[in-house]
């Protein structure tokens, strides 16, 4: 049945793949191979190692590794400062009066902007792309978590007033936890965003990773490889957001049910 | 035990509370009604500390309340902002007992208490969301219970459930404040229901508010819900009480019969 | 009240500024890295009076302004023609899901490829990646749109294109609005990034790249600068407009932010 519904749903993929396949075999245009022969030029470049790395091949390692290690660090430090920062901020309604010009001036700067800068700043390499990343999500984290720490419920505070939680307590237990959706959403952006400041700072940088793999295919007339990239790139967007939603579905599960019964 | 006296709040120029003053011995459940919007819940955030008042003083055990007392719980009416949607029923009731310097093993034991005298032993891993309006309700008794205050607020803590819940719930309370002793003030707009729960009920004005009676239940600690309210002293007295509080003045005959 | 808010938040630009410029002083930071603050204030200046960055400012605002009014023009259509038509939007759902979360800018190279005039192509990227936010916008506005409102109009003879366009668009134009201001972020996102990445002769990103090779970090920031508050007005803008145009619409919170 669920697989009969699966077809019912997803029909049209396989069709537009067909259809995408027949054009670009009839058409013979070299910026769009058929995505069989990208499929293959992937199975090539990244799947075809031995066994015992689960088929990966020393490229899709070097490929794959510094992209992922550099997204999630990126990530995960904005996360950190992001949170804490929103949190202290959003709790002092006098803090967030005087730094709001600044937030609202930081998150306004197209983040892309910044990687000549930190290039200039840092040199090639890793901790330019970090700040690129860092300082260029940070935003929508900073944000959204300012905003859910604000807007606690005012029944949820007195009744932590009322049997005298400590501040510790009360940032813990009260405030952070009734800021998660809108830290979540937060997040979600950012992870995105983290996605896009990658590749630009990969290809612009031009040290290693998908995004210099991108680059180097599309200027070395490999345009299989090329969309191997793109198909590559999407696929972890894919999953990065999938991953994530199930994250949230998980931590959030009271919101959802909270939201749902009253 | 609590002792209001010539309480007044003012939002800007707007006076709410205009002196009032009510007193309330130890174990006592004294029932606060008035006409909605005559300040009732002002009155409750004064005597929670929650608001600081413009005038007047509100004493428990002899002290001032400056700060928020750490004897005293609060059940709020609106029980689904009250609770933590993010923790289970146990973990709710067990959270303020670490201002008791209880450890992680006794808060849990005391919350499964709690949750015990409220009938809801079985649901202690439930969330919030996944329980009844009247179900929540109990947990926030449980949690002011296992609190353990000399002084219980409540403010409106039936006024969102069903008549049935209701019914359980002023029950409920009835027993659990007798058999712990606890000095209860319960707020309510509902007429019937302060006679029925409290020991005295203490009739509010309109807005500026001043307390137009002070009237003594003499219905007996032990009340049930169909037989108590057959008895002709509660009719008489929640005639009285409808009486004042549509702004009426006192019938000396009915306070004279007790 | 207000009056307070506004004191402070002046204060707290000054106070940063004052800061920054101070830890510049000290010497603590090499200035041929990190400029002082005093310096990329006078480069910020500058920038006003320099014919080429301002050729540059017009022709990233061309491609970003263009690119945007190109997205609304197939992007609102696309989602009320998928919100009207629920079989369609079933059947195009998975491909949406999949191609929305691609990262935008990876399909910049590609577009190298097919466009060889440089506006064209930033227009091209920014179509492709702004649409996403409209059009999703639009499907779920129009699935939420009161069906008593629609069966009101109905019964009393309407038929389904003026129930759309009586009710169901004007209930749904708060959300599509939303969506058109994150699309706007976006944009600019996408143009930046395709100057960067495809180079051209014009553009802030050129502006940038340019002054970064010539080493002159003041005219680099200072142009950020620009970038930023130039986002901070146009943001504003596009709120106030919103708030003009849909005062009726009690502020329920966007579909997606």
């Known amino acids: 049945m669920n697989a009969i519904r699966a077809v019912g749903r997803l029909w049209l993929v396989p069709v537009t793949l067909v259809a995408w396949e027949i054009a670009t075999r009839v058409a013979e245009q070299p910026f769009f191979p058929p995505p069989s022969a990208t499929l293959v030029r992937m199975g090539e470049m990244w799947l075809s190692g031995p066994p015992s790395r689960l088929l990966l091949t ?29 949190v202290a901020i959003g709790c002092s309604t006098r803090l967030s009066d005087y730094l709001d010009p600044l937030i609202h001036l930081g998150r306004a700067v197209p983040p892309p902007l910044l990687v000549p800068f930190f ?3 840092l040199k090639l390499g890793t901790p330019a792309q970090l700040a690129t990343i860092v300082f260029g999500i940070i935003w929508p984290i900073l944000v959204n978590t300012i905003d859910g720490a604000r807007t606690v419920d005012r029944q949820h505070l007195e009744t932590a007033r009322i049997f005298g939680f400590s501040t510790v307590q009360r940032l813990t237990r009260v405030i952070v936890p009734a800021a998660m959706p809108k830290i979540f959403a937060g997040l979600r952006l950012a992870l995105s965003l983290a996605l896009i400041l990658l590749i630009v700072a990969e290809i612009f940088a031009g040290s290693g990773g998908l995004g210099y793999r991108l680059l180097s295919a599309q200027r070395t007339y490999l345009y299989a490889d090329m969309w191997g990239c793109l198909v590559v790139l999407g696929l972890l967007g894919y999953l ?22 009253t | 035990m609590l002792e209001i006296t010539d309480l007044v709040h003012s939002y800007g120029s707007h006076r709410v509370l205009d002196g009032v003053s009510i007193r309330a011995a130890e174990g006592e459940l004294v029932c606060v009604v008035g006409p909605s919007g005559c300040g009732k819940s002002t ?14 003083r509100v004493l428990i055990d002899g002290r001032p309340v400056e700060r928020i007392p750490d004897n005293l719980a609060v059940v709020f009416q609106d029980y689904s902002r009250s609770l933590y949607p993010w923790m289970t029923a146990a973990n709710n009731v ?21 949750l015990d005298q409220v009938g809801l032993a079985d649901a202690a891993e439930k969330y919030p969301w996944e329980m009844s309006g009247g179900m929540q309700q ?62 005295r009920v203490i009739v509010l004005t309109r807005s500026p508010t001043r307390v137009a009676a002070d009237l003594p239940v003499d219905l007996g600690r032990s009340r049930d819900q169909i037989a108590t309210r057959q008895l002709g002293a509660f009719v008489r007295l929640r005639a009285e009480v409808g009486r004042l509080v549509r702004g009426g003045s006192p019938t000396p005959t009915v306070l004279e019969k007790h | 009240m207000e009056h307070a808010r506004v004191l402070r938040g002046v204060a707290g630009v000054a106070g940063f500024l004052a800061a920054a410029e101070i830890v510049g002083a000290t010497g603590l930071i090499d200035d041929r890295f ?51 038509l629920p079989p369609v939007e079933r059947a195009v759902r998975p491909l949406i899901e ?12 590609l577009a190298i490829l097919l466009f060889s005039d440089n506006l064209h192509l930033r227009v091209a990227v920014v179509v492709y990646a702004a649409s996403w936010p409209i059009v999703i916008n639009t499907i779920y506005a129009l699935r939420d749109v009161d069906p008593l409102a629609k069966e009101t109009l109905r019964s009393f003879g309407f038929g389904p294109m003026s129930v759309l366009l009586r009710v169901a668009l004007p209930s749904a134009a708060p959300f599509i609005a939303t969506g058109i201001r994150v699309a706007a972020g976006t944009a600019i996102i996408l143009v930046i990034s395709a100057e960067l990445l495809a180079g051209g002769a014009e553009g802030v990103g050129i502006y940038i790249m340019e002054a970064a090779s010539g080493n002159r970090m003041d005219l680099m920031l200072g142009a950020t600068l620009w970038a930023g508050l130039f986002g901070v007005l146009s943001n504003s803008a596009l709120v106030a407009v919103e708030r003009r145009l849909f005062r009726w619409h009690d502020a329920r919170a966007g579909v997606a932010r």
Do not use: K
């Open chain 3, 98 to 109: 999949f191609l929305r979360p691609i990262p935008s800018v990876a399909v910049v190279p």
């Open chain 3, 34 to 84: 990190l400029p002082r603050m005093s310096a990329i204030l006078r480069g910020a200046a500058e920038l006003l009076a320099d014919q080429e960055f301002l050729a540059d400012a017009r022709a990233t605002l061309a491609a970003w302004g263009l690119g945007l009014l190109l997205t609304v023009a197939v992007a609102v259509p696309a989602g009320l023609a998928l919100g009207a």
């Open chain 1, 119 to 121: 290039l200039a700043l």
């Open chain 2, 138 to 199: 109990r947990v926030s008794i449980a949690r002011a219970l296992a609190y353990r205050p000399s002084l219980l607020l409540m403010d409106e803590p039936f006024g969102s459930v069903d008549a049935q819940t209701r019914e359980d719930l002023e029950d409920l309370v009835l027993r659990v404040c007798a058999h712990h002793g606890m000095t209860t003030l319960l707020i309510t707009h509902d007429i019937d229901e302060s006679v029925y729960v409290g020991d």
């Open chain 1, 58 to 86: 020393e490229q899709a390692m070097s490929d794959f590794g510094p992209s992922l290690a550099r997204l999630f660090a990126g990530w995960a430090l904005a996360a950190v400062i992001g949170v804490a920062a929103g």
């Open chain 2, 43 to 56: 009155l409750l955030r004064s005597v929670a500390g929650l608001i600081r008042p413009t005038g007047g």
């Open chain 2, 94 to 114: 067990a959270l303020p007992l670490r201002r008791r310097g209880l450890d992680r093993r006794r808060r849990r034991e005391a919350a499964m208490a709690a």
């Open chain 1, 240 to 261: 990065l957001n999938s991953a994530f939603l199930l994250l949230e579905r998980r931590v959030l599960a009271w919101h959802r049910n909270a939201r749902q019964t």
